[in-house]
């Protein structure tokens, strides 16, 4: 038995190497990378003569969305000079740990120079910020000039760049809506200071969120938020609440909708009798049943009558 296991062992050791074929090297340091770091170089400083000399006479280039045609160097030398010319403090740099790799294809007789870059910097004309990472493939021939180029990168924040330039509308403004109604009778609410009449017109599962208090993307409970609200009316006593201007509806295209408002809120401190007026600005976000899901809002305690 022990003879049948030994020989099913090797038996599969040499299918497994039969599986192996080499068809190449990975070289950590080659010229071509050289080539390809100037290249990049030139592309940032918008150089077009030397990204000329760089490449071949037929190179051509390709993102992921290119599916029929690929890119020429007219356009590419278009695209830097932009580049060049308009992004603020313009970078591609490799990052982390990451280096490029030269694959020699034996088979094809090709060599194949992967970058694994980050690329950033701002328009100066949006204030878009370009911040992605670029993923890319040059393929260079044995004069070391520059067949061809593959780009992975962020082609929705791209869209998001070219889209910048122009005007786009992006749902409703309403200032008379039932959802404003919603709101104003919420706030009409905490002048009763009756915790649990308040909170009826919340959900179980709303977000709060203070701005001025709360870590960045730190959500409190409907329980956190009236146990702290408890602690502010141990100290304080709320007078009045009056609008300041007018509450606004904002029901973007797709699933959201929001109200911003802005409130005056007259305190009066309980031990002192010290009152004072704060000014408070909410964010109220609704699902498509017009319950609040969650509650933004932004005052200065130090306004707090002392």
């Known amino acids: 038995m022990k003879t049948k296991f030994t020989l099913a062992a090797l038996v599969l050791c040499t299918l497994l190497s039969a599986q192996k074929k080499k068809n ?51 356009q590419l030398l278009g695209r830097s000079n932009y580049l060049s010319n308009n992004v603020e403090n313009f970078e591609i740099k490799h990052y982390g740990g990451s280096y490029p790799d030269a694959f020699e294809y034996e088979k094809d007789n090709v060599l194949d120079v992967k970058t694994y870059t980050w690329m950033t910097g701002y ?5 878009v910020a370009l911040n992605m990472p670029r993923y890319a493939n040059f393929r260079v021939n044995e004069n070391g000039k520059i067949l061809s180029m593959n ?33 104003r009778l919420l706030m009409r609410s905490y002048l009763t200071k009756d915790i649990e009449e ?13 701005v001025m208090n709360s ?24 007078l ?12 973007y295209e797709g699933d959201n909708t929001v109200v911003i408002s802005w409130w005056n809120m007259k305190f009066k401190n309980k031990t002192s009798g010290n009152i004072a007026v704060i000014k408070q600005h909410i964010h ?23």
């Open 151 to 183: 780009i992975m990168d962020d082609q929705v924040l791209w869209n998001k760049a070219y889209d910048a330039y122009g005007t786009k509308k992006n749902g409703v403004i309403f200032k008379d809506h039932p959802l404003v109604s919603k709101v």
């Open 123 to 127: 328009d100066k004309n949006t204030g």
């Open 240 to 251: 009045e609440i009056n609008e300041s201007g007018y509450p606004d509806v904002l029901d």
């Open 284 to 306: 109220h976000a609704f699902n498509e049943e017009g319950e609040i899901v969650r509650e933004d809002y932004y005052f200065n305690p130090a306004q707090l009558p002392k």
């Open 24 to 74: 190449g090297t990975i070289y950590i340091e080659h010229p071509a990378m050289e080539v390809v770091e100037q290249f990049n170089s030139a592309f940032v400083s918008g150089d077009v003569e030397k990204i000329k000399s760089l490449v071949s006479d037929d190179f051509s280039w390709r993102n992921s969305t290119m599916r029929d045609k690929p890119g020429t160097l007219k």
């Open 215 to 238: 870590d960045l993307n730190e959500f409190k409970t409907l329980e956190d938020e009236f146990a702290d609200f408890s602690k502010y009316m141990e100290l304080f006593e709320l």
């Open 198 to 210: 308040i909170k009826n017109n919340y959900t179980e599962s709303t977000m709060f969120y203070d």
